[in-house]
């Protein structure tokens, strides 16, 4: 059975600061997707990972995809108060998509 | 640029009333998503549906669930007979296949905003 976890669940930090959001999942996956989700509002894409190695980066966020250890991670850069939301990974098997719980992120100014 | 949408934003239903919700996928996706999200909870999958049919479900996607593509663009989810745990926020999601195949595509998930269901 498929199973991501997702930590921390929530994260309060300074602007400025670098932080990481870890996702770990349980077994092999054809991809891995970082959602961003503002308060009462939609899903927003971020990334989408498929192989091992693989990173990507927008602005202060950068994901990257260890699939050996199935972790894929969310790192974010000199954070900013713009980017205080909940961040999900989520993770696809042959079309059957699992969500972590979110990680509230709060940056304070 | 194309968006996903889905109607009705807010849908008040009766305990044990039907109800179907509508979306919009992305004119040249293929891949279709229902999901649905507990206020303050995690995102839910529901049901995968692929060339008209489901590809794969979720253990809350029962009898009382259905999916349909009747016309070529509209997608709905069907609920038979509400419950009061059923009320939740339901996305709909849609993707474009890659060029390797279906299990190698590259391509993301586009969500649409959304549609509350409350059930009383």
């Known amino acids: 059975e498929l199973k991501v976890e997702q930590n921390p669940l929530f994260l309060s930090m300074q602007e400025g600061k670098n932080y990481t959001i870890y996702c770990n999942y349980s077994t092999t996956s054809d991809r891995l997707y970082w959602y961003r989700q503002d308060p009462g509002k939609s899903l927003e894409s971020l990334f989408v990972?498929?192989?091992?190695?693989a990173v990507k980066q927008e602005g202060r966020l950068m994901a990257s995809l260890d699939t050996k250890a199935r972790l894929s991670t969310l790192h974010i850069t000199a954070a900013v108060h713009d980017l205080s939301a909940t961040y999900f990974c989520a993770v696809d098997r042959d079309d059957k998509i699992i969500f972590g719980k979110g990680t509230r992120l709060h940056i304070l100014p | 640029e194309p968006e996903v949408t889905q109607t009705p934003s807010h849908q008040v239903t009766q305990m044990g009333q039907e109800v179907i919700l509508r979306c919009v996928p992305i004119?040249?996706?293929?891949?279709f998503y229902w999901y649905r999200q507990i206020l303050g909870q995690k995102v839910e999958f529901l049901v995968s549906?692929?060339?008209?049919?489901?590809?794969?479900k979720s253990e809350i996607f029962d009898d009382q669930f259905s999916v349909e593509r009747p016309d070529g663009s509209n997608f709905t989810l069907k609920i038979r007979s509400t419950k009061l745990e059923d009320s939740a926020m339901y996305f709909c999601?849609?993707?474009?296949?890659?060029?390797?195949?279906?299990?190698?595509?590259?391509?993301?998930?586009?969500f649409g905003p959304g549609t509350r269901l409350t059930v009383l």
């Open positions: 549906f692929y060339n008209n049919e489901i590809s794969e």
């Open positions: 999601a849609s993707r474009f296949p890659g060029t390797s195949g279906r299990a190698l595509n590259t391509d993301t998930q586009y």
């Open positions: 004119s040249n996706h293929l891949y």
């Open positions: 990972l498929l192989s091992n190695g």
